[in-house]
T-cell receptor
Framework: DGGITQSPKYLFRKEGQNVTLSCEQN?????MYWYRQDPGQGLRLIYYSQIVNDFQKGDIAEGYSVSREKKESFPLTVTSAQKNPTAFYLCASSIVARHYEQYFGPGTRLTVT | AQTVTQSQPEMSVQEAETVTLSCTYDTSESDYYLFWYKQPPSRQMILVIR??????QNATENRFSVNFQKAAKSFSLKISDSQLGDAAMYFCCLKSTTQGGSEKLVFGKGTKLTVNP
């Protein structure tokens, strides 16, 4: 079955540590996205990539970094510079020409204490 | 800047009845898309329905339909014959163009729908 996987579902880290969230897709989509979701808020775009080895900052990129070395993978690193990292993180992918039709992964809940 | 506003943080409906979720938006673009996404307790986002702004006809997907009022910049979602499985957060969403020319989605804050048996 084609889809997007994010692991783990729950992640706990100590403050000051960098942590990397994984996102893998086998839909053959060129575009991939990372969103952050806080309680009572909609999704906010962190980073997106439309092609391998290229990515763009979204609305809230500060304190985050990404890489896109393979078409299937778009890992997100939450660095110690991110002031409020505890949140729910969603990864998505799409065909570039139909970027609005995004397929979402199940998400990762990150808790930093 | 493009914005999406959902004024109803929570809504409830009796099973088998109809409910309408409201959404207003603002955009300076003439050609755009609007969407409703559903996020059930599993937290995975699911595309429910989409509307192209250039189309006058309201989109329909089975029990889900929209009332698209372009002049009023309103995009409400109607769920008919509500089912327990419809209980979820519903997000209204607008396709937007970034300063760099790329396209992205702008989400509202969501409406939590409860379906009562």
């Amino acid at each position: 079955d084609g889809g997007i996987t994010q692991s783990p579902k729950y992640l706990f880290r100590k403050e000051g540590q960098n942590v990397t969230l994984s996102c893998e897709q086998n839909l053959n989509h060129d575009a991939m996205y990372w969103y952050r979701q806080d309680p009572g808020q909609g999704l906010r775009l962190i980073y997106y990539s439309q092609i391998v080895n290229d990515f763009q900052k979204g609305d809230i990129a500060e304190g985050y970094s990404v890489s896109r070395e393979k078409k299937e993978s778009f890992p997100l690193t939450v660095t110690s510079a991110q002031k409020n990292p505890t949140a729910f993180y969603l990864c998505a992918s799409s065909i570039v020409a139909r970027h609005y039709e995004q397929y979402f992964g199940p998400g990762t809940r990150l808790t930093v204490t | 800047a493009q914005t999406v506003t959902q004024s109803q943080p929570e809504m409830s409906v009796q099973e088998a009845e109809t409910v309408t979720l409201s959404c207003t938006y603002d955009t300076s673009e003439s050609d755009y898309y609007l969407f409703w996404y559903k996020q059930p307790p599993s937290r995975q986002m699911i595309l429910v329905i989409r509307q192209e702004a250039y189309k006058q006809q309201n989109a329909t997907e089975n029990r889900f339909s929209v009332n698209f009022q372009k002049a009023a910049k309103s995009f409400s979602l109607k769920i008919s014959d509500s089912q327990l499985g419809d209980a979820a957060m519903y997000f209204c969403c607008l396709k937007s163009t970034t300063q760099g020319g790329s396209e992205k989605l702008v989400f509202g804050k969501g409406t939590k729908l409860t379906v009562n048996p």
